[in-house]
Structures are given as C-alpha cells and as structure tokens.
DNA sequence: TCATTTCCTAGTTATTTACTAGGATTTCCT
DNA sequence: AGGAAATCCTAGTAAATAACTAGGAAATGA
C-alpha cells in the first residue's frame, strides 16, 4: 500500500500524523470494548499492520495510550479523551510541530544571527498559530463528530482515505 | 554550502521558503538603488547564486518580482512593499501552504471518503490558521522591523543564518 | 565585442519518508 | 505444557524529495 502524497505540496503532514490520529480515533471509538489490536485497526483503516504498529508505539512513549500484551490484548487511552488535544497526538507522531526551528532557542548557539534575524518573527507567528489551532481541538470531539457523521453501523469507516 | 536541517522537525519549511523569504526581504531593502542582482543578494545572504536563482524566479513567475535582463540589471519589486504579503511570498516558493491537502476539494474526485472523514476537519483549520497568519504580515513590515534592528551601517545581515 | 546579467533545463547527491522484515517477549486459553 | 495472539524492538530498504550543481543560451550596456 504505497501512499501517493500530493506533488508541490510542501509544510505537509506526513503519513506518521495523519495515519496517526485516524488510527487514535478509531481506537478511541472501539474503546469501550475493551483493548483494541493493531490487527483490528489495521482492518477497518487499511493500513498496514507493522507500520501502524511503530505509530501507535509513538503514542504510547508519549503517555497517550497503555497496551495490554499477550492474547486478547490491545491499546487503550491512557488518558480521557477530552484531556487528549490533537496537539499532543500530532507532535508525538511528528516531533515539533514548527515549521520552522530556531525561532528562540539560542542557549545552544543554534542561531548567532538570531538578534538581527526579521524573519524569526515570521517564524514564531507560523509556529504560534499551528500551536493554537491543534491545541484547542480535543479528542471527544473529533470523535462525537465521527459518530454524527456515521451513526452506529453504517460503518464505511474512512476506508481508503489516505488522510 | 550544506545545509544542516534540524532533525525530527517535520511540518517545516523547505529552504527554498527559508532562503527565499531572506532574499526578497533583502531584495526590497536595496531597492532604492536600483536593480538588485542575485550575486549581490548571494554575496550578502551567502546562499549559493545558483540556486537563489532558481528561487528569485519563482517570485518572478509568482509576479512579485520584475527583472531587467543585462549588464547592471537584476530584479525589483513588481509591486508594492505593503501589497506583498509574506502568504504571497511563501505560496510562490513553497506551491500551497496546505500540511494536508484534500480538505474542500473532491471535484476531482479526490477524496471519496470525505463525508465521512473526520480528521478533514482538522487539516481545514490548520490551513486556515496558517493562510490567516501568513496573510496578514506584509513585506513593508519585515523591512521595517528590519531596519530598526540593524539600523543602517551596522551591517551584520543575516550572514550564514539558516533560516 | 565583451563583460555582465537574466533565463531555462537537466543532472546529481544526500536525506528523508514510508514502509517491510525478523524475531523476542508476554499472556491467555485449552 | 504448549500454542495462538498479541505487543515490543531494531534494523533494513526502496522510492521520493530536497537541495543543490552545471552548462549554456539570450539580452543588454559600455
């Protein structure tokens, strides 16, 4: 399942991000019965078993989900779902979320320049504003939305969807 | 001249953005003096000629740019400072500003599963969030800003600054 | 005419992305 | 005990992309 990206789309997601919260959400929304697989995500996202597996890992170093090992075992939320911020999924399957690194950090010697530097003004805006958005959008409602848009069996899940 | 990319930073601006959003401002900085060429540009941002080049004529194409072919030509703003903002600038150099593309466009029959996507919704406020930044900081700004930190003379640029 | 500039296209190298692969370990179930 | 079903962990790899480099044509002023 190769994955075509988009030509001359630059500053995007990659697949870690975007596979990564369809998969949480799903996992969200399956919850309620107890430990999700890998296997059963996979399915019902097609997207392969051993990648989503390296994603969810992610999730998990950042304290976003618990697993269950052995038979019978999954996933679950470490957390509730409206203490979980699309910021946080995204910057643990992402790294940073600046478009732009330097912007302010100069303790290490990073940027010698950075005194006379008018486009980390820029930069901060940019990084400030991708913060604000992804971290005023909650979980709970990614998924109370998800249950509007296909209530209770008409499951055609996001099958396919490369986003 | 390799550049050193910060690592597990994704989400971010390819050089040509970083590069060329330098070179403009620069640009316009010397603008009173005439056509500006891109050795002068590259002399003073030390960024490789060839590849300013390439660059500069993006903005050309973009029409943010006009140039004068010859022995002492080189570019000049097609227009001016405070209608040029840094949206129109990073769009000519980067392609769209979008992480996630799909989000509004199925025309094409891009994206089947779009009733139902979910996480469409939030890749539509990353865009509009970053569109909205970008689009309200105007290059007069920059050279402004600019000026007040390097006031004339005090000629430091941004030498060697990777961003 | 010659030096200086833009213009245009193609080639090249290094990095990064998006996976695939193999196998160890844990746990449940019979 | 033993096997199936899971997570866990590390490494490898092919394709794509980014970041340049290279070569030379065309225009213009001195």
Same mark, same amino acid.
């Given at each position: 399942m190769k994955t075509v990206t988009e030509k001359g789309e =630059?500053?995007?997601? &990659?697949?870690?991000?975007?596979?990564?919260? !369809?998969? /949480?959400?799903?996992?969200?929304?399956?919850?309620?019965?107890?430990?999700?697989? =890998?296997v059963s995500? &996979?399915?019902?996202?097609?997207?392969?078993? !051993?990648? /989503?597996e390296q994603l969810v890992s992610l999730l998990?170093?950042?304290g976003l989900v618990r697993s269950v090992r052995g038979a019978g075992g999954g996933y679950m939320?470490?957390?509730?779902?409206?203490d979980i911020s699309v910021g946080d999924i995204l910057r643990a399957l992402e790294g940073s979320l600046k478009p732009v690194e330097c912007a302010g950090l100069e303790p290490d010697g990073s940027?010698?320049?950075?005194?006379?530097?008018?486009?980390k003004y820029v930069w901060q805006r940019i990084n400030e504003s991708i913060a604000r958005t992804?971290?005023?959008?909650?979980?709970?409602?990614?998924?109370?939305?998800?249950r509007k848009?296909?209530?209770?069996?008409?499951?055609?899940?996001?099958?396919?969807?490369?986003?």
């Open positions: =630059i500053l995007k997601l &990659s697949t870690k991000g975007r596979y990564g919260l !369809r998969a /949480l959400i799903d996992l969200a929304q399956h919850s309620d019965e107890g430990p999700v697989s =890998i995500i &996979s399915e019902r996202q097609e997207i392969s078993e !051993r990648y /989503l998990k170093k950042a939320l470490a957390k509730k779902m409206e940027c010698a320049a950075s005194e006379s530097c008018v486009t992804v971290d005023e959008i909650y979980l709970d409602q990614l998924v109370e939305e998800s848009m296909n209530p209770e069996g008409t499951n055609t899940e996001q099958r396919g969807c490369r986003n």
